[in-house]
């Protein structure tokens, strides 16, 4: 028993190497600066399509997926492993509606045309993909969706309207619920498509963020033809297809690496403080690593338990909620650590002094970072998934 832990060990110091020495090769100063620069949930798009490019090429593209699809099948801890090294060496954070969540969802779902259609450009780089749930009306209660798609003959046409798609002007595909009919209750009658973003009657309007940035848009459709062979599952049954995304695309997630990026930033804010000063905050640090240190233990136990298709829907809403609110905590501490620098707005990046630009990144990081605990679940609703779980209601 001890020499198999022995040898496992081994392997994975050998396996920590590899990804060293790939990422000391790979990662240009360009692309360490994009990932240090990160804003919100992705790096500068261009770096991101670089660094994409990269991981393809080397075969590490898609961790999590099947190797008959291109993927590595490596081993959660594996890749819990890869994303914290990517993070201590400020790689690029991806855009990765296609790697997490669509492309998992048709190699589970998919027609074998889809497949063959979407998952190559997927890996590739050359298709991404924005997500088209929420909307105006309709965002923690996602069911209450009202984006139309009415069947004419082999084709949709699809009337409504997306908000806070990220990345829509970025992205060449969406994949989407609508509303094919009015059921009892008002999960059923959704439908799950993927919609060319070129398609003619999609306009993409940009809405920015509280930072000033410009990351998610509000995406419209004036009679939007869509094929019907570009349904995902049967027509009305969309609200399942949506929770499976859901479920496959936070087993693919490892947002311990995310928070990890920020303490790393974090630590450099407090470091450039005069010591004298800097001894509350020092300790305020250290308390936060404490935590993200027992964070990152959290999401490798909870990886292999996390798998697709099990009915735990606490741990990853408890992920969720302790990773964001983390996240947020230790961007303040770097926004606090800037003192006045961090005054400076965003416009002032790239054009001031190297402490205003520190200052204003923390500031503007600060700032993104409060939408951690809206996307992808609002802590509230995270909160009420916790305890219908706990007290079976
Ligand atoms: C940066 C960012 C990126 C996003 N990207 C995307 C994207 O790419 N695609 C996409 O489809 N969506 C995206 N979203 C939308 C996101 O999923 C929604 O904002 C989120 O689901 C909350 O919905 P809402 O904004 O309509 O707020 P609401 O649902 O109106 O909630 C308002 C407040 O009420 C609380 N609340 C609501 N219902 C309850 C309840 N039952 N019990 C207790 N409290 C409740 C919420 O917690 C929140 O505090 C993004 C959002 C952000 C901030």
Known sequence: MERQSAALATDEAAFVAEVRAFLAR?????????????????????ACRTWHRRL?????????WPMAWGGTEWTPRQRFLFDRECALNDAPVLFAGGLRSVGPLLIEMGTPAQQRRYLPAILSGDDLWCQGFSEPGAGSDLAAISTRAVRQGDQYVVDGSKIWTTGAHHSNRMFAIVR?????RRQQGLTFLLIDMDSPGLTVTPILGLAGDHEFNQVFFDAVRVPVANRVGEEDEGWSVAKRLMQLARANNTPAALVRRAHRRATLAVAAVDPDQAQDLRRRLAGLEIELLAFEQLEL??????????????????????????????AELSAEAAGPYAAAGWTALGRAGADVDVGAHAMVKHL??????????????QRNVI???????
């Open 26 to 46: 790979a990662l240009t100063d360009d692309l360490r600066a994009a990932g240090r620069d990160t804003i919100g949930v992705h790096a500068e798009i261009g």
């Open 56 to 64: 393809f090429e080397r075969g590490w593209i898609a961790p999590a």
């Open 180 to 184: 094919t009919r009015d059921g009892e």
């Open 301 to 330: 136990a909870a990886l292999p338990s996390g798998r697709p298709g099990g009915a735990d829907q606490t741990t990853p809403s408890m992920l969720k909620l302790v990773g964001s609110e983390l996240h947020q905590r230790i």
């Open 368 to 381: 993104a970072v409060r939408a951690a605990t809206i996307y992808s679940g609002t802590s509230e609703t």
């Open 387 to 393: 305890a219908r779980q706990l007290l079976g209601a």
